[in-house]
């Protein structure tokens, strides 16, 4: 289901403006992440994703499922180029039978694609496939499953294009469930030996989540679950010695996980994935040793295919070249107006039959459609306001001006206007007014 349909937006001004959603394919309120890392001159040389396009040019599948019965597989597409998944694709092929996820692509275009790891390190068997339709989420209102390993499970590239070799630097992000963690070893992401076995600390940068406080590296800071380090034969909080006080739990539905390194030194950030900004774990740690890295990726084990760790996986990417962390907070902010864990809207006449708590406003932007959606909820009737701005601040559309009655509401906002940076603002009478930036290329 789309947001919105023509039509549904009663009360909506139409001015100068058109604002129905075939107007709106050329408005780009935002950038996608490897967008945003490739402007920081980091590109991404794998973008794996279970839930939506990390590229606004991306039209590829995202992952393949297999189904149990007959072996057969099928991609699972996007919705649109640049949009969230088309999870009905994946609900029809399986038709409430069992399937599991067997390949996750890579949408950079290296093909660094990730399959089941193979036998190697303590997987005497080949691993076995995450089961299919484990893990749902909302996304934006968007259908989505995400990749769950725990025992025996878990994917691997060992013949990867681009990733970081040697002492080269890198960074890698994830967003993984906040949730579904436990303290064995090791639910990595990121860069790891091409033989499957322990090659000393230094042959592998790994993105750890979990509650694992490794042996020898405590005491860690609470109870964990922690973003941690795996540089190999240890999970590395950031401090002089590995261990770091400053490195905290986190806790969130969401987490968005960060681990970067250059020849010297290696950063740790995290934050949740729902709100807010990244915190800054570890900042430019000295290595324990030098690295030499070999450019497998894992996901879901450690470094020597260790696979008893468990996590469920939504999204992430890795660079050439060491980001910034103004390109990562831009990051950030991408994943949280991707909309984690924003449910369905139960659309009628322009209104959601869902009773609101608190007075709320949330903005995203929809990759789908490419355009701003704004959601929000009145919990009594409201005199509300949503007007767009140019760069020399004059009001160029005012999009509502009226009563609205309580519950939700969704908005939209795209129009032929000549490409530019606009501004946009939200105003609840007496609650909130709150304000973004918006770009419009053509
Ligand atoms: O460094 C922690 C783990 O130790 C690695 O992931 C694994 O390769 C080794 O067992």
Sequence with gaps: MKWCAPGMRLGVMVSLFVFFDFALQSVYAEKCPCDIYKDGKTPCVAAHSMVRALFESYDGPLYQVRRTSDNKTMDIPLKSKGGYVNAAVQDSFLGGKPGTISKIYDQSEMGNHLVKSPIGGWLYQPADEAIANDTMIMINGNKAYGCYTHRHMGYRNNTTKGIATGAQSEGIYMVASGKSVNDSCCYDYGNAETNMK?????????????????????????????????????????????????????????????????????????????????????????????????????????????????????????????????????????????????????????????????????????????????????????????????????????IINANRTSGWHTAFWGARVPAGIYFWNVMVEGVFSKSGKVVVRK
């Design 198 to 398: 322990n090659n000393g600390t230094g042959t592998m940068e790994t993105i750890y989540w979990g509650s694992m406080c490794y042996p020898g590296f405590g005491p860690c800071t609470g109870k964990g679950p922690w973003v941690f380090a795996d540089l190999e034969n240890g999970l590395f909080q950031g401090g002089e010695t590995g261990r770091n006080a400053q490195n905290l739990t986190v806790i969130c539905d969401y987490v968005t996980a960060i681990v970067k390194g250059n020849s010297k030194n290696y950063s740790i950030r995290a934050g949740d994935a729902q709100n807010g900004t990244l915190k800054t774990m570890a900042s430019k740690a000295p290595r324990p040793a030098p690295n030499k890295l070999e450019g497998a990726i894992v996901l879901g084990v450690g470094g020597d295919n260790s696979w008893a760790a468990r996590g469920i996986f939504f999204e992430g990417a890795i660079t050439s070249g060491e980001p910034s962390d103004s390109i990562e907070d831009a990051v950030q902010k991408n994943i949280i107006n991707a909309g984690y864990g924003k449910i369905a809207v139960k659309i009628k006449r322009g209104h959601v039959d869902q009773t609101v708590t608190e007075n709320t406003v949330g903005v995203s932007y929809d990759c789908s459609l490419h355009r701003v959606v704004v959601n929000y909820g009145l919990v009594e009737s409201r005199s509300v306001q949503f007007s767009i701005y140019d760069q020399q601040g004059r009001q160029i559309a005012r």
